[in-house]
């Protein structure tokens, strides 16, 4: 998910249609730089771009901040979504834009946006603002797992982020275990409930480490048992802007935000 600040409405209205396909390009590199994939083929492209214009609202919770669907939003971003493709090896992208406005609602225009995909590194985005979380309500420094959490990030490192995952939800992978497994696959649901206590969970899943990670090349044991019963990690555009949208108006402290951006 890509978020862009700064600038007022009107004039993000009017060049929204340059900067979708601007946008469009940014969040297709870097989306094939994160998940250390090679997606241009039949499955295509899937992420999400907010664009956030004018000044943030305030005191609002960003779960429950109004979005509304504007029409001429829309019409330049299917123009615009339409045009970068005939250009492209693959044929699928999903965008949501939120354009802010004065009132404190969010414009927005989506295409496919409720249309889950296997997301890849994206999900790192989930596990970082769990990992600040982690941290703060165990008394600790908001990057407290720092040593983890950078490279997962900054580098997409599949290893930093399964001891992420393995410290946040308190268990490790181990053998296939059908007496352990429910109380061993709900720690593994931490980024989940805490998403889906703020609002922002929006069907999504972010069960699953990323693999190669430090629990071997491939799920094995109860990972393995994880994968096949609760399903691949899923996103999709809409629930991606919404959560960089609520980490950047402080959803979730601004601990989180600050040490996030």
């Not at 214009?53 to 615009?80: C, G, H, N």
């Not at 420094?141 to 959490?149: I, N, S």
């Not at 802007?241 to 950047?248: E, G, K, P, Y």
């Amino acid at each position: 998910a890509l978020v862009l600040g700064g600038g007022y409405v009107n004039a993000e209205l009017r060049r929204l249609e340059d900067s979708a396909v601007y946008n469009a390009k940014r969040a297709a590199r870097a989306t094939d730089h994160a998940v250390h994939e090679h997606p241009y083929a039949a499955m295509g492209v899937a992420a999400a771009i907010g664009l956030l214009a004018a000044s943030w609202p305030a005191a609002s919770a960003p779960a429950d901040l109004p979005v509304r669907d504007d029409a001429r939003i829309q019409r330049a971003l299917e123009d615009s979504r339409a045009r970068f493709l005939q250009h492209q090896a693959f044929d699928r992208l999903d965008v949501t834009v939120l354009v802010a406005s004065p009132d404190g609602t969010w414009r927005r225009g989506s295409v496919g946006g409720d249309r889950p995909w296997y997301p890849a590194s994206c999900v790192k985005l989930g596990f970082g603002i769990a990992a600040v979380h982690w941290c703060e309500t165990g008394g600790r420094a908001p990057d407290c797992l720092d040593e983890a959490v950078l490279p997962m990030l900054r580098d997409s490192d599949n290893v930093a982020t399964g001891v992420v995952v393995d410290a946040i939800t308190g268990v490790t992978n181990g053998p296939e275990d059908e007496a352990g497994f429910e109380a061993w696959q709900e720690r593994r649901f931490y980024t989940e409930e805490l998403l889906e206590q703020h609002g922002l969970l929006d069907g999504q899943r972010f069960g699953n480490k990323t693999y190669p990670t430090n629990s071997g090349e491939m799920p094995e044991g109860l990972e393995r048992l994880l994968l096949e019963r609760h399903g691949r990690n899923s996103m999709h555009a809409d629930g991606s802007a919404r959560l960089m949208l609520a980490l950047m108006l402080g959803e979730f402290g601004e601990p989180a935000r600050d040490y996030l951006r």
